[in-house]
């Protein structure tokens, strides 16, 4: 079992089919917080491995933590009761994945805490994937997955992968194997 900071814990499940599947709990009650266990069942299991399942969950119990110890609500019943966090509630969620009591973060790990959440935030709106009251008909439900994706893509860093340098074309090989051998005559003589 990984620790999140002694609120949320990741366990390790191995079903009767032998895919193992991580589970967020409770660390004292070892009950599993449920919007995260519908997200892992519903939805990303089919998406990632297991091993980047536990490292999201691990994510989502730093979410629950800041919920719990800084929000000062439930993250479970804030979601299924229809609402939402609110746009300084995210941005100072953000601040806490890398805020003095939390590791520090390198750019690309910070960016991919921060694409989880939105993941997750964006499949948490509709009623029917988390369970609970129905607060927003089609158009609500694209503009404020629209609103979350924004506020959570103005907090990334910018880390992106490396482009692929392409090898050179054969032409422009040759001229260049040529260049060099003609620069190493020169400097012969």
């Known amino acids: 079992m990984a620790d999140t900071g002694k609120i ?17 709990v409770d660390a004292t ?3 599993p917080a449920r919007v995260a266990l519908r997200w892992i069942m ?11 399942l536990a490292a999201n969950l691990r994510v989502l119990g730093k979410v629950y933590k800041w919920t719990q110890e800084t929000a000062g609500f439930g993250l479970d019943d804030r979601l299924t009761g ?36 939105e993941d997750f935030l ?20 694209a503009q404020e997955r629209n609103r979350v994706g924004l506020i959570l893509r103005s907090l990334r860093t910018g880390a992106r992968a490396t482009e692929r ?6 032409r422009r090989f040759e001229r260049s194997a040529t260049a060099l051998a003609l620069g190493a005559i020169r400097k012969a003589y």
């Open 8 to 24: 949320f814990s990741v366990l390790h499940i191995v079903l009767d089919s032998g895919e193992r599947l991580p589970c967020l």
């Open 29 to 31: 009650t070892w009950i």
């Open 42 to 52: 519903r939805y990303r299991r089919y998406r990632v491995q297991s091993s980047t």
């Open 82 to 117: 229809g609402r939402t966090l609110q746009n300084r509630e995210i941005e100072s969620l953000a601040r806490s994945f890398r805020g003095a009591k939390a590791k520090e973060l390198d750019t690309g790990a910070f960016d991919q805490h921060l694409a989880i959440l």
């Open 122 to 141: 964006k499949w948490s709106l509709d009623s029917e994937n988390r369970g609970g009251r129905r607060s927003l008909d089609l158009a609500q439900l």
């Open 165 to 170: 340098i392409e090898p050179l074309k054969r």
